[in-house]
């Protein structure tokens, strides 16, 4: 036992004095609150930006919406007076062609076509402009919805401003949580974001590190320096040590990121959505999940001799720890559905899946919770045997990498 503490010790220490894991240790916390501030003062400085005036011409084939869309035009210029557009009447009879060539040769900023039926019937319009900025490009549009929807409104016969008014009424709406009557947050954005950063910070805690363990381990199969630690060690606990060094080092990561994350849920008023229950089951699924992947791992590194032999037989597990990335928004939109459930019980990704389904819902059943923990801890078990047999055989063996035959002939006999 005092040699596996003794190898964890040194693989812990040689890893966070390393520039890359304090960068990792500052950068990523950094990253976070530089993207929650920065995001804001982005948003004000964009309404702050001077933009030259920008003309739009309309051609209004139905003869109704030109002096509604021009009171729009002139609401958006006094609200943002340093962003300001310009309306400009074309004549029915000017070709479409002639208002792209202005559009071309930077005189019109943008031309717009309605049909003649965009009041009387389900006809609409066309918007050609000389950009693609996405927040102009929707403002353009609200302004030319409001005004066809006002048309529309006036020729059946209905007060607009009247309905406008009505619409636009606040109704204060306050969220509770149904079971516990606390409130929720209101910031729609962070309740979206929260089981993604909760399930990207186990992501960069068990692969990140894991994948330090791996190149570790590479190197010093290639410079020999493993075969002095091996005079001195065992096999199994030379494994043991370094797996359990990685995994110390991994809990302080995610340590310093969770407090990180906890402390601005707290100045930001949305300390509901990263709570101690949250934290404490990331924890507990962090644990074996880093172990399992870790354990992986190590069976690749100790069987390689390069780190490109390595990658090309780590990529179908980086391929697998991805799907719970590319599917995150459905697995927090539906926690309880047949497909997160059954992603749950694949261990490799359990952990990313089980921690989006808690934010998402804190009330996944217990039942749940306990079997894929279960799950999940047997997994262990089962790649630190398999990773034991083949680190026994691989970390001394050079040349040629092994096949899966091999690994699997040195897991059956070792």
Known sequence: MDK???VARREFLATVRTKAFVLSV????????????GGGLLQKQSAREEIPLRRLAVLDHSGAVLSDLSERIAAHNAERPNQPFELEAAVPETPVEELARRVRDGTLYAYLVLSEDAVSGNGGGTLARKD??????????????????????????LDPERIVQVQSRPIPIRELDGRTGQPVASERFARMMTPFAFMFLLFMGTFGIGQGLLTTLIEEKGSRVIEVLLSAVSPMQLLTGKIVGMVAVGCLLVSVWGGVGFASAQKYHVA??????RLLMALLYFLPGFLLLSSLLAAIG???????EAQSMVFPLSLITIVPMIFWYYIAEHPQSPFSVALSYVPPVTPMVMVLRICADPYTPLWQLASTLALLWVSVFAAMWVAGKVFRVGVLMYGKPPTLTELARWVRYS
């Open 4 to 6: 596996i503490l003794a």
């Open 26 to 37: 500052v950068l990523m916390p950094g990253i976070i609150v530089g993207a929650m501030l």
């Open 132 to 157: 693609d900025s996405l927040q102009v490009g929707r403002g353009l549009e609200d302004m030319i919805h409001e005004a066809v929807t006002a048309a529309r409104l006036r020729e059946a016969g």
């Open 272 to 277: 509901e959505l990263v709570t101690g229950y």
């Open 302 to 308: 100790s069987a390689c001799n390069e780190l490109k």
